[in-house]
């Protein structure tokens, strides 16, 4: 420990001058040592005698001691408390750790007088610097810096803080066994037993309807003769836990927002290391092309942990199988195979057909605890910065926070419209919806965001956030290269495969009899079969081991009965007319000649001028058409594709341009998918 500072034992005469039983003047006591033999000697680097406090009068020993303590200031770091004593045994077993500012402020302030009687025992017995020291507190003639040290170190909230002989010698021992330590006041801890009349008020407190406290109250004390006071009741709510007192208030999905929990790194991860899946409802209403009535799209996106890049997503009518593989086969044809798909427990996800479909690319899946969506939480978090946020650009939002009058009248305008026949503008169409969505999810890709590490932007030279896209190409540049495919093979592998046992070259699959005359060498034997959920018109044939043996068709094997009927047509004709002309002559008794009458030739002068006008005609509406382009947006594609497609249904001619790419477009990707979704909704529509 420190070593403490000493009082001097040694005064002048001019020192003692008008202390108690002491002359007023220097002179008169040096007259009074003389006379009563002091002791004394010759101060050093100076002529003044100096007298021994030992030999003063009593009177002049308090005197001298308490003048010593009210002038006496010690300084800051001998009133600080060493922690030397800190591994020593406390009688109290206090952690000093534990010790809160209250605490640390009174034991500071009892070791500053201890230290004080320390310093004045020095001079005096123990003894008389303990009643020295109580009656100068007493009296009120201490210092200001001590007079604060006791008002502190008494701890007591009442007026009176005066010091005792008892306290003193009890904090002096204290000191000496177990050090600074010691001198901590205890803290009263709260009484967290549970009371009698705690489980029967809980039962109505801890309620899903969360009924306030005095509500619950209310109830128990109705039931509960001699109930506490609703005061009681207030402090022992505040006694529990925030997770102990919502237990029944709260579902487990919500008391988990009041416990700790573990942020997780993706720093070690690599693009299409682990995505993350989830369907969300969308939250504003859109117009079915097909049936023209209102609904909620079901929106299913997938996102790629490492550079939180929104790899694929899929539109249907609900969380389905095939929203999930239409999810994936969009993400795998532009991002590449992944490694790890994590999603929930949801009927669109846990099922045999989405199992059976990643198992076969190669990947691994994981679903996530029930009640655990904070796990997940990037993408629940991206849905509520694209989704809700797209959702609430539209007139027709219904979520949560939409003003209640304002919806009412949105939805009685609709209404009104779809029930006169009209489009109501208030509702996007599911053209409108597609476009705006994937511009939202183009736009998140390339928005900073904060989970991703700072890069310096391009443009303006300040630190931000990378985006998306940013961090995959960054990966890229690190040597990241994705598992491609083809979109052929992509979507071939995504299709869900059943075992079906073949019979001279057919398999029965979803109610269809599909042919393939690889099969017939296969009768009777196990074959995997690839279905597409939307195209009905072939499937996948592959062995057990996955050899890929063709493509079956729909009723492949079936011709029309009788088919040489066709081909006597001509003659049934002929024959008919021959008959007819037998019949004219027993009629009219005359020769009758019955022939078919051909089409004007080019040589028929009427037909000429027709013809002639028909031209011109033509050649007026081809300087007017405009030339052929094809538009740069996918639904706008799709729309001029069927635009094209009915023209020839209904024996249009199509200009060289427009044929050429009506060829080409259905084998595009976004043709495909489009159909898809088209094809599903009317499907389901239908069975509804």
């Known amino acids: 420990m420190r070593k403490l500072a ?17 002359p007023t003047t220097d002179r008169n006591v040096r007259l009074m040592a003389d006379r009563e033999a002091w002791e004394g000697q010759r101060r050093i680097g100076s002529k003044a005698l100096e007298y021994n406090f030992a030999v003063l009068p009593a009177e002049t020993q308090t005197g001298l001691l308490a003048r010593l303590v009210q002038q006496e200031e010690p300084s800051q770091a001998e009133t600080q408390v060493v922690t030397h004593s800190l591994n020593e045994p406390k009688r109290d077993a206090i952690s000093a750790s534990r010790l809160n500012d209250d605490q640390r402020s009174v034991m500071g302030a009892r070791v500053s007088i201890v230290r004080e009687l320390e310093r004045m025992s020095q001079m005096v017995s123990q003894q008389r610097a303990i009643i020295t020291l109580v009656g100068l507190a007493r009296d009120g003639k201490l210092s200001p810096y001590l007079t604060d040290k006791v008002e502190r170190a008494n701890d007591r909230k009442t007026a009176d803080r005066s010091l005792s002989e008892r306290t003193l010698k009890r904090w002096l021992s204290d000191f000496r066994k177990h050090g600074e330590i010691a001198l901590a006041p205890a803290r009263r801890k709260p009484d967290m037993s549970m009371p009698a009349w705690a489980p029967v008020f809980l039962r109505h407190y801890q309620r ?76 504003a209403e859109v117009l079915d092309p097909r049936t023209n009535k209102p609904f909620r799209p079901e929106v299913t996106t997938c996102l790629d ?8 997503y899929a539109i249907n009518l609900a969380e389905s199988a095939l929203a999930t593989l239409d999810m994936l086969c969009s993400g795998i044809s532009r991002c590449g195979m992944f490694r790890e798909f994590y999603v929930d427990n949801g009927s669109g996800f846990d099922n045999a057909q989405v199992r059976e479909v990643i198992d076969r690319l190669g990947g691994s899946m994981t679903n996530a605890l029930p009640y655990n969506s904070q796990a997940r939480g990037i993408i629940e978090r991206s849905h509520r910065s694209v989704l809700v946020r797209l959702a609430k ?45 994937a511009g939202a999810l183009d736009a998140y890709n390339d928005t900073p965001h904060r989970s991703l590490p700072k890069a310096r932007d391009p443009e303006t030279g300040k630190l931000r956030h990378q985006t998306p896209n940013e ?16 979109f052929d093979i992509t979507t071939s592998l995504t299709r869900p495969q059943d075992v079906r046992r073949t019979n001279r070259g057919e398999v029965r699959i979803n109610g269809g009899i599909y042919y393939l005359e690889e099969l017939v060498a296969l009768h009777g034997e196990q074959v995997k079969v690839a279905w597409d959920y939307r195209d009905a018109k072939q499937v996948g044939i592959f062995t057990l081991e996955g050899e890929h043996v063709g493509e079956a068709k729909l009723d492949g094997n079936a011709r029309k009965v009788f088919s040489r009927l066709e081909r006597d047509e001509d003659k049934r004709v002929k024959g008919q007319l021959a008959r007819l002309g037998t019949k004219g002559e027993t009629l009219t008794g005359k020769e009758v000649e ?17 013809l002639l006008e028909a031209q011109q005609f033509t050649a007026r509406l081809v300087q007017a058409a405009p030339a052929f382009e094809v538009p740069g947006d996918d639904m706008a594609r799709y729309r001029l594709w069927q635009k094209l497609d009915a023209r020839l249904q209904a024996g249009e001619s199509l200009s060289d341009d427009e044929a050429r790419w009506h060829d080409r477009y259905p084998a595009h990707p976004s043709y495909v998918s489009i159909k898809r979704m088209y094809d599903f909704v009317g499907e389901q529509q239908a069975r509804a």
């Open 393 to 437: 650009e539209f007139d027709s939002y219904i979520g949560a926070d939409m003003d209640k009058h304002s919806g009412t009248r949105v939805h009685r305008i609709t209404r009104k419209a779809l029930k006169a026949g009209e489009q109501p503008k208030e509702i996007p169409t599911l053209f409108e919806f597609w476009t705006r969505l």
């Open 6 to 22: 000493t009082m001097h034992k040694w005064f002048t005469a001019k020192e003692l001058a008008g202390l108690p039983g002491m």
């Open 208 to 283: 899903p309807q969360k009924p306030s406290a005095e509500a619950a109250y209310s109830a128990f004390s109705a039931e509960y003769p001699g109930c506490p006071s609703i005061h009681a009741v207030r402090r022992f709510l505040a006694k529990l836990s925030p997770e102990a007192r919502e237990v029944g208030r709260m579902s487990p999905q919500e008391l988990k927002s009041l416990k700790g929990f573990n942020r997780l790194s993706s720093d070690h991860l690599w693009p299409n290391d682990v995505w993350v899946a989830d369907g969300h409802a969308f939250d």
């Open 471 to 486: 961090a995959w190409a960054g990966a890229l540049a690190e040597g990241f290269e994705p598992l491609m495919a083809s």
């Open 305 to 312: 942990w490492r550079t939180r890049r929104i790899v694929g």
């Open 594 to 610: 019955v022939r078919v009458v051909e089409r004007p030739t080019s040589d028929d002068a009427v037909y000429q001028d027709r």
